[in-house]
């Protein structure tokens, strides 16, 4: 069951994170390799996204679908795959 925006929300920010937002991507989006300054989550709200590490000393590819949660350290450098229905999630920072 996917969680409504204004829940998805309040539950981030109930982990501690102050700045909140719900992002939609269409399908089969790609995010070329980069970081963030800050430690950054991700709440699947719904469809898909991969997102790989490949300049970790193992590399990997993960996906992760509505209902759950990914969260990405400051300055790890990744790539992202949206699914081909899109997605939306509500992410923070």
Known sequence: MTTPQPEAEKEIKSWGFDKVLTWSDPPNAH???????????????SGELT??????????????????????????????????????MAIGE
């Open 51 to 88: 997102i790989g590490y490949r300049e970790d000393a193992s590399p990997k590819k993960e996906t992760y679908t509505s209902g759950m949660r990914l969260d990405v350290e400051a300055g790890r450098k990744h790539e992202a795959w949206i699914g081909k229905s899109g997605a939306t």
């Open 31 to 45: 995010y070329a390799p980069h970081s963030h300054s800050v430690l950054t989550t991700h709440l699947i709200l």
